[in-house]
């Protein structure tokens, strides 16, 4: 079916799959898919950070075959969503003062909001400054503009990441040779989608629960009010599942049948849980497995909502969770026993109309396992098509030569940093700084954690450690 030159191209970094969509805006607010393709991402992505350039690069190039092929139109341009783990918020205060008494415009606004962006910490960078609220003198508000005062303080939530992560991003699709038109970040646009207007008024906690990484936001009078993403998810309870001697694809599989976020204390006998290769494995040291790493993650959510400085007395919306992982049975009253909360909303999908050209894109986000890239695309607006599919293809001598000219060295500047191809020299203190936080272990003697085997606990340390292993031999060019 005939395309036309119109449509948007988002992608998603998994940890499990890289997703990507080209698609158009209804004019009644709907998303139109256009073209769908995903690729397996566990060798070269860990946690939501790219680990392997080459590979990485490779997928890109992938994608946009796929994707071409199906719209037999070329691709310009593509936005990313940014996330990860190391994806958090800092707060910032800028403040003015004035010779006497002057009335506060929209540019001065402005003027202390680039200051903020100004003001990175080192070795990261800052994606978003949200404001929070405006002190004139004695007086907080949140729209200062028309008011008299002699100084203003603004106070920012700054939305930063290591600028590692953003460099990487923008080098592997530079070597694929696809320029980026935007990189969203990738929660916040999941959240806008998928939270209702009262919730973020009232207050509540997002919880977007991964493979490699849980990432939680907490809204309060429509606000963000404070992010982080934890490097914990569902596929931390099938790496502690193998050590029964079996596969990751088998874990998946007894999780899915037998896991549950709690189970119930009861004193009744369950039968052994059976392995493909005939062995068994007692239910108690398989439920109690399962149960202890659900256990740490929400402890790390709860962690998080504490250092937002929100309770639930304040977070009316109570938590509204989505996400692969949270689809384990019985999440609900693990959330409730760990946190407190009595309010939840599980969300399987984002509160957009989504509809499918044609008959082989139907049913394509059945799981859910679209979601982020829907909610990209619909906050995104650049036209990303090139034109027929093969009409931007030229001989590569003669693409290095026409580099060479004035003419192109503007277009350079014009698609921006984001299209460069040459990967950035790498500093040795890059690689050590994780200004990230470490999530929260759980070792009382009231949680499992302490009724387990020696042999978990050491794998759980084993597991929580493998951060340290990727910034050690994980972040190779080759």
């Known amino acids: 079916m005939a395309i036309e030159d119109n449509f948007i191209v988002a992608i ?56 071409e092929k199906q719209l037999q139109k070329s691709i310009s341009r593509v936005y990313v969503g940014v996330g990860g783990m190391g994806l958090h918020t800092v707060p910032n205060v800028v403040t003015r003062h004035f010779a006497e008494k002057t009335v506060i415009t929209q540019e001065m606004l402005n003027s202390i909001l680039k200051a903020n962006l100004e003001a990175s910490p080192a070795d990261s960078i800052i994606l978003e400054g949200v404001p ?50 935007g990189k969203p970040i990738s929660t916040l646009q999941l959240a806008d989608t998928m939270l209702t207007g ?129 689809n384990m049975k019985d999440m609900d009253k693990a959330f409730e026993r760990y946190t407190g909360f009595e309010k939840f909303r599980f969300v399987k999908s984002p509160r957009l109309q989504v509809r499918a050209a044609s008959k082989e894109e139907a049913g394509f986000n059945d799981d859910g396992s679209y979601n982020v890239v829907i909610a990209l695309m619909d906050k995104c607006e650049l036209n990303c098509c090139g034109g027929d599919h093969g009409s931007l293809v030229q001989d590569i001598f003669e693409a290095a030569a026409e580099k060479e000219t004035p003419a192109a060295g503007e277009a350079q500047k014009a698609a921006g940093p984001d299209a460069r191809s040459e990967v950035p020299q790498r500093h040795a203190a890059d690689e050590e700084k994780e200004p990230e936080p470490e999530p929260q272990r759980q070792k009382s003697g009231n949680g499992w954690f302490s009724r387990l085997s020696k042999r978990f606990r050491d794998l759980t340390e084993r597991v929580i450690s493998e951060d340290d292993e990727i910034k050690k031999g994980g972040q190779g060019r080759g």
């Open 12 to 67: 998603e970094l998994g940890s499990s799959k890289v997703r990507a969509l080209a698609g158009r805006k209804a004019p009644d607010g709907a998303i139109q898919v256009l073209a769908s393709a995903q690729e397996p991402s566990e060798s070269f992505i860990r946690k939501g950070r790219i680990n392997n350039f080459n590979k990485m690069s490779q997928c890109v190039a992938n994608l946009k075959d796929k994707l």
């Open 132 to 181: 929070q609220e405006y002190r004139l003198g004695a007086q907080t508000v949140s729209d200062p503009v028309g008011m008299q005062t002699e100084n203003i303080e603004g106070h920012y939530l700054n939305i930063v990441t290591r600028a590692a992560v953003s460099e990487d991003i923008s080098s592997c699709f530079g070597n694929a040779g696809v320029p980026i038109a």
């Open 198 to 326: 009262p919730e973020k008024r009232s207050g509540c906690v997002f919880v977007d629960m991964g493979a490699e990484t849980t990432a939680v936001a907490v809204y309060k009078n429509n606000v963000l009010r404070h992010l982080a993403v934890i490097p914990l998810g569902g596929a931390n309870v099938n790496r502690d599942l193998c050590s029964f001697q079996i596969e990751d694809d088998e874990a998946e599989e007894l999780k899915r049948r037998f896991g549950a976020a709690l189970y119930p204390d009861t004193e009744k006998e369950h039968a052994p849980v059976a392995l493909r290769d005939g062995r068994t494995v007692k239910f108690d040291d398989f439920s109690a497995m399962v149960e202890a790493r659900m256990e740490e993650i929400i402890l790390n959510v709860n962690n998080q909502i504490a250092l937002s400085r929100y309770d639930k007395s304040q977070l009316i919306g109570g938590i509204v969770i989505t996400g692969g992982a949270a």
